[in-house]
C-alpha cells in the first residue's frame, strides 16, 4: 500500500502531480520543473521530505554501536552537529548515505534514504546485538520539511527566534518555529544554503503554510522531486540506487573520505573494514572506473544506463542525467574508466539510442553557489 504524508491533501489542493517514490504518494512538481528549480537557486523553495526515514539510537553505548555499524568516527560528532556517513555490507558494498545528528549525550538520530530505510533499520538492530543500546524506528514521529534557496535564511528567521546565525553548516538545534516545535537543521540536498525542519506530522500543515506566507514577499515556491533531483544533480551529490549501489564500495565512489580507519572507541573493527581496506588499497593503485560529469555538446538528454563510449568502445554508464536548467545544456554523471576520467579528455560520447553524441568530461560539481 502506497504511503500518504501528513501533507498529502496540502500537495493535491496545491494542484500538484503525484508520483509514487519508494512507496510514498509524493509530488513530483507543483507547475513547472524548470521554475520550481530556478526558484532554489534564486529565491527559495519549499520541500516535502517526510519520506525520509528517521531511526533513533540512544543508551550508554549508543557511540560505539553506530561506530561498528557505520563508517564513519560518530565519537567526533559534537552534540547539536551532523554527520555525512554510510553504512556498508560485510563485502564493502553501501546499503546506504546517511546523515546521522547528536541530539544529546547519548541520543543520535539517522537519516536514511526513503526506500533503504527498512534495510538500515533492520541492519542496525541486527549490529546492536552485545551493545547497551536501543534502535528504534521513529519513522512516524516525524514529518520532513526543507527550505532551500538563498533566501532560506530570511525567511525562516522571521518565524524563530533561534539562533540561526550561529547555526553552521551540518548543525541541528531544538527551537521553536512559528509556534511549532522543531529540530532546525542547516543541511540539505540542493547545493544551496538552507534548513531542514523535523517536526510532529501533526504540525507539519501549519509550519507548511506559515512558511508560505512568510516566503511570500521572497519569492519562495513549493517544489517537488524532480527539481530536487536536478539540483541535486548540478551539485554533483550522488543519489542511492543511481551513484551510490551495494556494488559500489564508498572508494568506487570517490566518497572514501567518509570512511574513517582510525576511529577512537574501542570498535575499530566496525563492519566492511577488511574489504574497505582492501577497496582503498586498489582506489589508490588501479581505480576501475571513476564519477565523473558530463555536459552536451547537444540537445539531447542522457539517462541512466546510457552507455559513455570513445572511439566506438564503451568505456562507462551514465549514472544520472538530465537537462540543466542553470547550464543551459544537458548533463550527466557517469562512471567511466580511469583512462577517460580526466577532465577535457577528447573523443567521449554517450550513446543515445544508437548515436554517439558528444560530451566533455568536467570535474563535479556542475555547480558551486557562491559562499
Known amino acids: 500500500m502506497t504511503r500518504t504524508t501528513a501533507l498529502d491533501a496540502l500537495h493535491r489542493s496545491l494542484g500538484a502531480t503525484m508520483t509514487d517514490f519508494a512507496g510514498w504518494d509524493m509530488?513530483?512538481?507543483?507547475?513547472?520543473?524548470r521554475e520550481e528549480h530556478n526558484a532554489v537557486r534564486t529565491r527559495a523553495g519549499l520541500f516535502d521530505l517526510s519520506h525520509m526515514g528517521?531511526?533513533?539510537?540512544?543508551?550508554?553505548?549508543?557511540?560505539e554501536l553506530l561506530n561498528f555499524a557505520l563508517v564513519g568516527n560518530i565519537g567526533t560528532v559534537g552534540v547539536g552537529r551532523a554527520r555525512y556517513t554510510m553504512i556498508c555490507r560485510a563485502?564493502?558494498?553501501?546499503?546506504?548515505?546517511?546523515?546521522?545528528?547528536?541530539?544529546?549525550?547519548?541520543?543520535?538520530?539517522?537519516?536514511?534514504?526513503?526506500?533503504?530505510?527498512?534495510?538500515?533499520l533492520d541492519a542496525l538492530t541486527e549490529r546492536a546485538e552485545g551493545?547497551?543500546?536501543?534502535?528504534?524506528d521513529d519513522r512516524d514521529a516525524y514529518a520532513l520539511i526543507a527550505v532551500q534557496g538563498p533566501h532560506s535564511p530570511a525567511i525562516v528567521k522571521s518565524v524563530t527566534d533561534a539562533d540561526l546565525d550561529g547555526l553552521k553548516y551540518y548543525a541541528g538545534l531544538p527551537g521553536t518555529v512559528a509556534g511549532v516545535e522543531a529540530l532546525i537543521a542547516r543541511t540539505g540536498y540542493t547545493g544551496e544554503d538552507g534548513f531542514e525542519l523535523f517536526v510532529a506530522p501533526a504540525d507539519a500543515e501549519k509550519l507548511w503554510q506559515a512558511l508560505t506566507e512568510a516566503g511570500a514577499e521572497h519569492g519562495l515556491v513549493p517544489c517537488g522531486l524532480s527539481c530536487r533531483d536536478t539540483l541535486r544533480?548540478?551539485?554533483g551529490m550522488p543519489l542511492y540506487g543511481h551513484e551510490l549501489t551495494t556494488e559500489l564500495t564508498p572508494f568506487d565512489a570517490g566518497l572514501g573520505r567518509v570512511v574513517k580507519f582510525e576511529k577512537t572507541?574501542?570498535?575499530?573493527?566496525?563492519?566492511?573494514?577488511?574489504?574497505?581496506?582492501?577497496?582503498a588499497e586498489r582506489?589508490?593503485?588501479?581505480?576501475?572506473?571513476?564519477?565523473?560529469?558530463?555536459?552536451?555538446?547537444?540537445?539531447?538528454?542522457?539517462?541512466?544506463?546510457?552507455p559513455v563510449v570513445h572511439e566506438g568502445q564503451v568505456i562507462g554508464e551514465v549514472t544520472s542525467g538530465a537537462p540543466s536548467p542553470t547550464l543551459?545544456?544537458?548533463?550527466?554523471?557517469?562512471?567511466?574508466?580511469?583512462?577517460?576520467?580526466?577532465?577535457?579528455?577528447?573523443?567521449?560520447?554517450?550513446?543515445?539510442?544508437?548515436?554517439?553524441?558528444?560530451?566533455?568530461?568536467?570535474?563535479?560539481?556542475?555547480y558551486k553557489r557562491q559562499k
Open 233 to 235: 544533480l548540478e551539485a
Open 265 to 279: 572507541s574501542h570498535a575499530d573493527d566496525f563492519v566492511g573494514r577488511e574489504a574497505l581496506a582492501a577497496a
Open 131 to 136: 551493545f547497551d543500546a536501543e534502535v528504534r
Open 54 to 63: 528517521e531511526i533513533t539510537v540512544s543508551g550508554p553505548d549508543a557511540v
Open 27 to 33: 509530488p513530483l512538481r507543483y507547475a513547472s520543473e
Open 283 to 306: 582506489a589508490e593503485t588501479a581505480p576501475p572506473r571513476k564519477l565523473v560529469g558530463l555536459v552536451a555538446g547537444g540537445r539531447r538528454v542522457p539517462r541512466a544506463g546510457m
Open 328 to 366: 543551459g545544456k544537458p548533463i550527466a554523471m557517469a562512471y567511466v574508466d580511469a583512462a577517460h576520467a580526466e577532465p577535457g579528455t577528447a573523443g567521449v560520447g554517450v550513446d543515445i539510442r544508437g548515436t554517439h553524441e558528444p560530451y566533455e568530461v568536467v570535474a563535479l560539481p556542475f
Open 91 to 120: 563485502d564493502g558494498g553501501i546499503l546506504d548515505d546517511l546523515i546521522v545528528y547528536r541530539l544529546a549525550e547519548t541520543t543520535y538520530m539517522v537519516v536514511a534514504n526513503a526506500g533503504n530505510a527498512q534495510t538500515v
